[in-house]
C-alpha cells in the first residue's frame, strides 16, 4: 500500500514537533512547514529520518502569504504524488496589555493563525478531495471558547475564528474530507516555558489533572483524527484540557 503523506505546518517545534514525529512513527511521509530555524528543522528532519526510516520533506515557508502557501502545497505534491491530511498547526502569540497591543499586531496575529490555514486548505483542495480517507485538523485552543485572556486578545479571536472556519471547511470538503479541530489547553511547550512561575501554578490549580498536556498528548489526538479510526467524526472540535474549571 502506498504511503500516506501529511503536510504539518509550523511542524518543526512545540506541538507541531510532536505532531511530525508521531505521523513519523506511523510511517506517514511527512511535510514538515517551518517560517525561520534553519537548523532546527533539519535536526528534526534527520531524528526522525534516521529513527523512523520517514521520508520528510522540509518547507521553509510563511502560511500567511499566499504565494508561499501554495508553494507549500506545490512542493508537497510534486515529492509525494498526494496529500491525505492536513494539519494546519503554525500559530502565533504576541502577548501584552490590551492598550499596548497594535493593529500590526492584531493583522499579523491573524494573518498566521487564521488565514494561514484557510490559504493552505484552499491550495490542498484539489489533492484533497481526490484523496481516500482523508483529512484536515486545525489547532484552535481553549481561548477560542471559554479561556479568556484581554493580554491575548488577538489571539483568543483568531482561535475562536479557526473553529468557525473548521465548520464552514467541513461543508465545503463534504463528503470527501473530514475537518475537524483540536482545542488545546496548556501545554508544555518552549513558548510556555517562559511564564511566571506563580501565574503557572495558579493555571495548573485550575485543571482537574493538575498539569498542563505534554505535546505528544496533543499529537495523539490530532493523528486520531486523521486516522481511519475517527472516519465518522467531521466538523467537530476535540478539546484537550485536562479538564480546566474556573477559567
Known amino acids: 500500500m502506498d504511503k500516506r503523506t501529511v503536510i504539518v505546518t509550523g511542524g518543526s517545534r512545540g506541538i507541531g514537533e510532536a505532531i511530525s514525529t508521531r505521523f513519523a512513527k506511523e510511517g506517514y511521509n511527512v511535510v514538515i512547514n517551518y517560517v525561520s530555524n534553519d537548523e532546527r528543522a533539519s535536526k528534526l528532519k534527520k531524528d526522525l529520518e534516521e529513527k523512523y526510516n520517514a521520508d520528510i520533506l522540509l518547507v521553509k515557508a510563511d502560511v500567511s502569504n499566499e504565494d508561499d502557501a501554495k508553494r507549500l502545497i506545490d512542493e508537497a505534491v510534486n515529492k509525494f504524488g498526494t496529500i491525505d491530511c492536513l494539519v494546519n498547526n503554525a500559530g502565533i502569540a504576541i502577548d501584552k496589555p490590551f492598550l499596548d497591543k497594535t493593529k500590526d499586531d492584531f ?20 489533492y484533497l478531495i481526490n484523496a481516500s480517507n482523508a483529512a484536515i485538523v486545525n489547532i484552535s485552543s481553549t481561548n477560542g471558547i471559554d479561556t479568556l485572556y484581554p493580554e491575548s486578545i488577538d489571539y483568543d479571536a483568531s482561535k475562536a475564528g479557526v473553529i468557525s472556519l473548521t465548520k464552514n471547511l467541513a461543508n465545503v470538503y463534504a463528503p470527501n474530507v473530514r475537518v475537524n479541530s483540536v482545542a488545546p489547553g496548556w501545554v508544555e511547550t518552549e513558548m510556555n516555558s517562559e511564564l511566571d512561575k506563580d501565574f503557572m501554578k495558579e493555571e495548573e490549580d485550575k485543571i482537574l489533572l493538575g498539569r498542563f498536556a505534554k505535546p505528544e498528548e496533543i499529537a495523539k489526538v490530532v493523528y486520531f483524527l486523521c486516522s481511519s479510526e475517527a472516519s465518522y467524526i467531521n466538523g467537530e472540535v476535540i478539546i484537550v484540557d485536562g479538564g480546566a474549571y474556573g477559567s
Request: net charge positive.
Open 107 to 126: 493583522m499579523k496575529t491573524l494573518s498566521t493563525n487564521l488565514v494561514g490555514p484557510f490559504l493552505t486548505s484552499k491550495f490542498a483542495y484539489n
